[in-house]
């Protein structure tokens, strides 16, 4: 079993998206981004309830894959939402994106286009040479038919991961990254690196007038942390707007079937030693306990909903026994 310091986020899984409506976000990320299909179930019952926090929940879960990634579209099929704020800007702190990568830039934002979205950017910006952690860059924000906040993004040779520059007959590749506003980027590093032991893949400042046509904020300049799980993968980036500053918090009474949700599915190594540790730090729960299914649909034993500091939701995944992980 692993020692108390040795808990720890392993990598991760998936993100989850709730949505309006499943099968329209199926069609669109099917078809504007080029995810792959991989399965479509309905669940309830007092384990999924006590999990997301929603009472009496009905929960239509659509897995889909782009390369090596997970994501799941999740419909509250018999609870009333709230949607996301129409007025929703990047710097407000329940913004969160996924980072969609893809072999060649100007292909993608043309296939993209072809489809009914919501630019946030102007188009695709390259990050300038001044910019050392993120010279050569290029990336173009928008929205998916619910408005969550989605990334294109594509690294020149000297950057991103390896996985990024060995496939380039596909044309969007996988998911980099998802990248969270946060009010204080040594608070969610406590939460982040001291509490999950994610490790700190990468520092940049980026400004001028790139950013703020990437964002659509005047001005804008944001501290980002680029963080990792132990085993790669999936990573977090930490969004500090300096300017125009911290946007609006997480509203208290949003729940797990309102439509800002998005949740980081996490694999851990001990979920109970976790949990003790998170519980002793003051961490915020959603689920009343943690959860352990039977159901083999589900993929892992044990699982636990948590809010980071900034009200950001995670999915804790372990098997059913840490013993011989």
Same mark, same amino acid.
């Given at each position: 079993?692993?020692?108390?310091?040795?808990?720890?986020?392993?990598?991760?899984?998936?993100?989850?998206?709730?949505?309006?409506?499943?099968?329209?976000?199926?069609?669109?990320?099917?078809?504007?981004?080029?995810?792959?299909?991989?399965?479509?179930?309905?669940?309830?019952?007092?384990?999924?309830? +006590?999990?997301?926090?929603?009472?009496?929940?009905?929960?239509?879960?659509?897995?889909? /894959?782009?390369?090596?990634?997970?994501?799941?579209?999740?419909?509250?099929?018999?609870?009333?939402?709230?949607?996301?704020?129409?007025?929703?800007?990047?710097? +407000? %702190?329940?913004?969160?994106?996924?980072?969609?990568?893809?072999?060649?830039?100007?292909?993608?934002?043309?296939?993209?286009?072809?489809?009914?979205?919501?630019?946030?950017?102007?188009?695709?910006?390259?990050?300038?040479?001044?910019?050392?952690?993120?010279?050569?860059?290029?990336?173009?924000?928008?929205?998916?038919?619910?408005?969550? =906040?989605?990334?294109?993004?594509?690294?020149?040779? +000297?950057?991103?991961?390896?996985?990024?520059?060995?496939? /380039?007959?596909?044309?969007?590749?996988?998911?980099?990254?998802?990248?969270?506003?946060?009010?204080?980027?040594? !608070?969610?590093?406590?939460?982040?690196? +001291?509490?999950l032991g994610m490790q700190i893949d990468s520092r940049s400042l980026n400004w001028r007038e790139t950013q703020a046509r990437l964002d659509n904020l005047p001005g804008a300049e944001v501290r980002i942390t680029g963080l990792r799980?132990?085993?790669?993968?999936?990573?977090i980036e930490l969004l500090d707007y300096i300017v125009p500053g911290k946007g609006r918090s997480i509203q208290s009474d949003w729940k797990s079937s309102d439509i800002a949700h998005i949740q980081i599915e996490l694999v851990v190594? =001990?979920?109970?030693? %976790?949990?003790?540790?998170?519980?002793?730090?003051?961490?915020?729960?959603?689920?009343?306990?943690?959860?352990?299914?039977?159901?083999?649909?589900?993929?892992?034993? !044990?699982?636990?909903?948590?809010?980071?500091?900034?009200?950001?939701?995670?999915?804790?995944?372990?098997?059913?026994?840490?013993?011989?992980?």
């Amino acid at each position: 079993m692993p020692s108390q310091t040795n808990v720890q986020v392993q990598r991760i899984r998936a993100i989850g998206l709730t949505v309006t409506n499943a099968d329209r976000s199926l069609d669109f990320y099917t078809q504007a981004l080029l995810f792959e299909f991989v399965s479509d179930m309905t669940v309830e019952g007092q384990d999924y309830s +006590d999990l997301e926090g929603v009472a009496g929940a009905k929960i239509r879960i659509i897995t889909l /894959r782009l390369g090596d990634e997970l994501i799941e579209l999740m419909e509250y099929l018999n609870i009333p939402f709230k949607p996301i704020p129409s007025d929703s800007k990047s710097n +407000d %702190l329940w913004f969160q994106h996924m980072a969609i990568v893809v072999s060649d830039m100007d292909r993608a934002y043309a296939h993209l286009r072809s489809f009914p979205i919501e630019p946030i950017s102007v188009e695709p910006q390259t990050i300038p040479p001044s910019n050392e952690a993120s010279a050569g860059v290029r990336a173009f924000k928008f929205k998916d038919p619910d408005g969550h =906040d989605l990334e294109l993004i594509w690294f020149p040779p +000297d950057k991103g991961q390896d996985k990024w520059h060995q496939n /380039r007959n596909r044309l969007f590749l996988g998911i980099d990254h998802s990248a969270i506003a946060v009010s204080n980027t040594e !608070q969610s590093l406590h939460f982040y690196h +001291d509490l999950l032991g994610m490790q700190i893949d990468s520092r940049s400042l980026n400004w001028r007038e790139t950013q703020a046509r990437l964002d659509n904020l005047p001005g804008a300049e944001v501290r980002i942390t680029g963080l990792r799980p132990i085993q790669d993968g999936v990573g977090i980036e930490l969004l500090d707007y300096i300017v125009p500053g911290k946007g609006r918090s997480i509203q208290s009474d949003w729940k797990s079937s309102d439509i800002a949700h998005i949740q980081i599915e996490l694999v851990v190594n =001990d979920i109970e030693q %976790l949990v003790d540790k998170l519980r002793h730090n003051r961490v915020q729960f959603v689920s009343s306990r943690i959860v352990q299914f039977s159901d083999r649909s589900f993929p892992y034993g !044990q699982s636990c909903l948590i809010k980071d500091p900034d009200g950001h939701t995670l999915l804790l995944l372990a098997k059913s026994s840490p013993v011989g992980e």
